[in-house]
C-alpha cells in the first residue's frame, strides 16, 4: 500500500520527537479524481496555530495535524485532476456532417492540423465507401478525421498522415498502409484483415478487438508498451507475431 509521510514539529518539550501521518493510498487518490465536485472542509489557521471557526487557540495538536493533512489531499486531488486528461473514449462524437460532399473531404484531406490533430472543421467521413480507391487517398493528411464504419478495403493509403483518427468499426481490408503515419489511432473493432503496415508508423495506437488476421507488420515503427497491447490480439497470425516479435 503506498502512503505519504510528513514530518511535523511538536511542542517545545518533544521538538525533536516527529508524527508521521499516513494519508491514503494511492488508488483512493485516484479515485477523487472522478468526483471532480468533491469538496474538502479544512480549518483555519491563526498565528501559527490550527483552530475551527468560532474555537479558541489550542496548542499544535490533532486538529492542527488535521488542517495540515488536509490541505495535502485537497492539494494532491486537485494536482491530478489537473495533470490527467479526460478519456477521449469517454468523449461524444458530434453529429453526422450533413454536407453532400462530405465524403469528397478525403481527396482534399486535412491541410490545418497535420499531425497535431488541429482543425477548424472536422474531416467526417463516417459510412463513407472508398472502396479499392489506388489513387485518392494516397499521401493525403487525415489527421483527427472521423472514419467510423466507413470502407477503405483495397485502397492504397500509402503514405497518410491519419494521427488521432477515429476508426471505430471502419473496414480497411487489404490496405496498403506503408510509410503511413498512423500514430493514436483508435482502430478499436476495425476490420484490418490482411492491411499491410510496411515502415509505419503505429505509436499510441489502440486495436481493441480488431480484426488482425494476415496483416504485415514489417519494420512497423511502435513503443514497448503500445506493442505488449497489440500483442494481446488473439487475430494476429504467427507470422505476423514473429514480424511483431511478440513473446
Given amino acids: 500500500m503506498a502512503t505519504l509521510s510528513l514530518s511535523l514539529p511538536m511542542s517545545r518539550t518533544t521538538a525533536e520527537s516527529s508524527l508521521r501521518l499516513q494519508l491514503f493510498p494511492k488508488r483512493q487518490l485516484l479515485a477523487l479524481h472522478h468526483h471532480p465536485r468533491a469538496k474538502f472542509t479544512c480549518c483555519s489557521w491563526n498565528n501559527g496555530v490550527g483552530s475551527r471557526s468560532g474555537?479558541?487557540?489550542?496548542?499544535?495538536?490533532?486538529?492542527?495535524?488535521?488542517?495540515?493533512?488536509?490541505?495535502?489531499?485537497?492539494?494532491?486531488?486537485?494536482?491530478?485532476?489537473?495533470?490527467?486528461?479526460?478519456?477521449?473514449?469517454?468523449?461524444?462524437?458530434?453529429?453526422?456532417?450533413?454536407?453532400?460532399n462530405r465524403?469528397?473531404?478525403?481527396?482534399?484531406?486535412?491541410t490545418i492540423g497535420q499531425a497535431n490533430g488541429v482543425y477548424d472543421k472536422p474531416i467526417d467521413l463516417r459510412f463513407c465507401d472508398y472502396s479499392n480507391d489506388k489513387s485518392n487517398l494516397k499521401g493525403k493528411?487525415?489527421?483527427?478525421?472521423?472514419?467510423?464504419?466507413?470502407?477503405?478495403?483495397?485502397?492504397?493509403?500509402?503514405?497518410?498522415?491519419?494521427?488521432?483518427?477515429?476508426?471505430?468499426?471502419?473496414?480497411?481490408?487489404?490496405?496498403?498502409?506503408?510509410?503511413?503515419?498512423?500514430?493514436?489511432?483508435?482502430?478499436?473493432?476495425?476490420?484490418l484483415k490482411g492491411a499491410v503496415f510496411r515502415n509505419t508508423v503505429l505509436s499510441g495506437s489502440t486495436f481493441e478487438e480488431a480484426e488482425l488476421g494476415d496483416v504485415v507488420f514489417e519494420d512497423t515503427i511502435i513503443g514497448y508498451?503500445?506493442?505488449?497491447k497489440l500483442c494481446r490480439n488473439t487475430s494476429i497470425t504467427p507470422d505476423g507475431r514473429l514480424e511483431l516479435g511478440c513473446r
Fill in 225 to 228: 508498451i503500445d506493442l505488449q
Fill in 103 to 110: 465524403c469528397e473531404k478525403a481527396y482534399v484531406g486535412n
Fill in 55 to 100: 474555537e479558541s487557540p489550542r496548542l499544535f495538536g490533532l486538529k492542527q495535524v488535521n488542517c495540515v493533512a488536509c490541505g495535502i489531499l485537497a492539494a494532491l486531488a486537485v494536482t491530478a485532476g489537473v495533470a490527467s486528461p479526460v478519456i477521449a473514449a469517454n468523449q461524444r462524437l458530434p453529429p453526422l456532417s450533413t454536407e453532400p
Fill in 141 to 191: 493528411s487525415l489527421a483527427a478525421a472521423l472514419m467510423s464504419d466507413a470502407k477503405f478495403d483495397g485502397a492504397d493509403m500509402t503514405e497518410v498522415v491519419m494521427s488521432k483518427a477515429y476508426a471505430v468499426g471502419a473496414s480497411f481490408q487489404g490496405v496498403d498502409f506503408s510509410n503511413a503515419v498512423l500514430d493514436r489511432v483508435n482502430f478499436g473493432k476495425a476490420n
